[in-house]
């Protein structure tokens, strides 16, 4: 019997030992496929370390949040504004609740004030990226994580970036068209 027990022990010593191999092996192998797809390239991460701070100037950034009438959320941002330096990383979160009796699933879309600031936002993460289920009742926190570009108009001193939620359903969609007397 203590022969069995030994046989046994050896046994798993083997598979713990090739276990931790094959772990080992799989970094570079998870490398390999991540440069080959393109997943976790380092671009969002590459853009935060090359960007340069200007401290010389502030700018004010306003913060919205908008739902679309067929959607029954409450959606706000944590602080209305904030001022930043060109190339600051900054992080500000959103909270929204879903107040109706059942799973919905809304998709964020962007805007800015003026237009032309828009293409100074360099969002590194945002909800507004994929759509957002939420269940009944439920209630979250949502994180943006941007970098506003130093190469922003210098006449430019306050930027609103507003998002507003649409309701993803289309049933909800054609009833809030025939509601508004559009019809698609």
């Not at 390239?41 to 935060?48: A, C, F, I, T, W």
């Not at 900054?90 to 929204?96: C, F, G, I, N």
Request: glycine share 8%; net charge positive.
């Amino acid at each position: 019997m203590a022969d069995g027990k030994s046989t046994t022990l050896t046994k798993l010593i083997v598979v713990a030992i090739g276990m931790f191999g094959f772990g080992f092996a799989m970094v570079p192998f998870y490398y390999k496929i991540c440069a080959v797809t393109g997943i976790n390239s380092g671009d969002e991460q590459s853009l935060v370390k090359n960007t340069q701070v200007d401290k010389s100037r502030w700018v004010t950034i306003e913060f919205d949040a908008n739902t679309n009438e067929d959607l029954p959320w409450k959606f706000t941002p944590e602080q209305r504004s904030l001022k930043v330096h060109p190339g600051q990383l900054v992080q500000v979160e959103y909270d929204v609740a879903n107040t109706s009796k059942h799973a919905i699933v809304g998709q964020a879309i962007p805007s800015y004030g003026p237009a032309r600031a828009g293409a100074f936002f360099r969002k590194i993460e945002c909800f507004c990226f994929t759509p957002q289920k939420l269940a009944a009742g439920e209630r979250r926190r949502m994180p943006v994580l941007f970098v506003l570009d130093p190469a922003l108009d210098k006449d430019l001193h306050t930027v609103t970036l507003s998002y507003t939620f649409f309701n993803t359903d289309t049933k909800a969609q054609t009833a809030a068209l025939r509601k508004t007397g559009v019809h698609g």
